[in-house]
C-alpha cells in the first residue's frame, strides 16, 4: 500500500472514531444546554404545556429571596473552602516533596479521598457528624459537641465545609506537588548561597515559580465548590431550614420535583454565567501577577 493509501487508511479510522464521539456529545451535552436555555424563557413545570414568558423567569431570579440566600451560601461555602484547601494542600506539597522515607506511598494515601464518591464520603460524615461525634461529646461532658452540628443553623456549613475540603485537597496536593517538581534544585542552591532560608526561600523562590499551578487550583477550587451538590444531599438537604441550601441543590430540589422546571433553567442559565465571569476574572487577575514575578 503507498503512502497516499494510509493516510486515507488513517483520515477514515480518526472519521470513524470522532463522528460517533462528536454525535454522543452533542446528544448528552449541547442538546440539552440548548433545550435547558429555551425552556429558561417559559413556564414550563417539567410536565404537560407550557407557554413562553420571556424574561420573565430572569426578572423574578433577582427578586427571589429563596434564590439570593442560596447564592450567598454558596459563594461564603466556595470562599471558605477555596482557601482553607489552597493553605492545607500548599502545606501538605511541601511536606510530601521533601526527602523523606516512604513519600510515594504517603501520597497515594492523600490521593484516596478523591477516589472515593461525594455522595459515599457525604454519607459517611453523616454518620459520623450524626452519632459518633455527639456520643463523644456527651461522654467528656462538651455541651456544644453533644447535639449534631448538621441539626444547627449556626453550625450546619461547618460540616459540609469540612467534608467538601477533606475531599478536595488530595487533588490540589497532587497538583502542587507536580508543580514543586518542576524547581530546578540550582534555584534553591544558588538561593542558599544569598542566604534564603526558610519563609524567604518559600516567598522568593518557590512560590513565584509554581504560581501556574497556585492559579489552577484557585480556578478549580472555586468552580467545583460554587457547584456544591453531593455534599449537600449526603449532609442536609438544603436543611436545616433552607440554611445550606446551594444553587445545584436548590434547582434540582425545585426543578426536577417543585414544578419550576422553566423557572429554575433560567437560574442555571445565570449560575453558568456566574461562573464563566468568576473563571474569567480569576484568570485575569492571576495572569497580571504571574507576569509581575
Do not use: H
Amino acid at each position: 500500500m503507498n503512502k497516499k493509501g494510509k493516510t486515507n487508511d488513517r483520515e477514515r479510522t480518526f472519521l470513524l472514531i470522532t463522528i460517533p464521539v462528536l454525535v454522543l456529545f452533542f446528544c448528552f451535552n449541547t442538546l440539552p444546554l440548548i433545550k435547558g436555555f429555551i425552556y429558561s424563557f417559559t413556564n414550563f413545570k417539567g410536565y404537560g404545556s407550557y407557554d413562553f414568558v420571556g424574561l420573565r423567569n430572569y426578572k423574578d431570579l433577582f427578586t427571589d429571596a429563596r434564590v439570593g440566600r442560596s447564592y450567598l451560601f454558596t459563594f461564603k461555602y466556595a470562599i471558605v473552602c477555596t482557601v482553607i484547601v489552597n493553605i492545607i494542600s500548599l502545606l501538605l506539597a511541601l511536606g510530601l516533596n521533601a526527602k523523606i522515607k516512604g513519600k510515594t506511598v504517603l501520597r497515594g494515601i492523600y490521593f484516596i479521598p478523591n477516589i472515593l464518591g461525594g455522595l459515599v464520603i457525604g454519607y459517611i460524615f453523616s454518620f459520623f457528624f450524626t452519632y459518633i461525634l455527639p456520643a463523644a461529646g456527651q461522654a467528656a461532658g462538651i455541651e456544644w459537641l453533644s447535639s449534631s452540628i448538621l441539626a444547627k443553623e449556626s453550625t450546619a456549613w461547618f460540616g459540609i465545609v469540612i467534608v467538601g475540603a477533606w475531599q478536595a485537597i488530595a487533588m490540589n496536593t497532587i497538583i502542587y506537588i507536580s508543580g514543586l517538581q518542576t524547581v530546578p534544585e540550582d534555584v534553591y542552591e544558588a538561593g542558599a548561597i544569598d542566604g534564603a532560608t526558610g519563609w524567604r526561600r518559600f516567598k522568593d523562590l518557590t512560590f513565584p515559580l509554581i504560581i501556574p499551578f497556585f492559579t489552577i487550583n484557585m480556578v478549580l477550587c472555586m468552580k467545583n465548590f460554587l457547584m456544591v451538590f453531593d455534599q449537600i444531599m449526603a449532609l442536609t438537604k438544603g436543611g436545616p431550614s433552607q440554611s445550606t441550601e446551594s444553587i445545584s441543590y436548590l434547582i434540582y430540589q425545585n426543578g426536577m420535583s417543585g414544578g419550576q422546571f422553566g423557572f429554575q433553567s433560567a437560574n442555571a442559565v445565570l449560575f453558568f454565567v456566574v461562573i464563566v465571569a468568576i473563571s474569567a476574572f480569576q484568570m485575569t487577575v492571576m495572569g497580571k501577577k504571574e507576569e509581575q514575578l
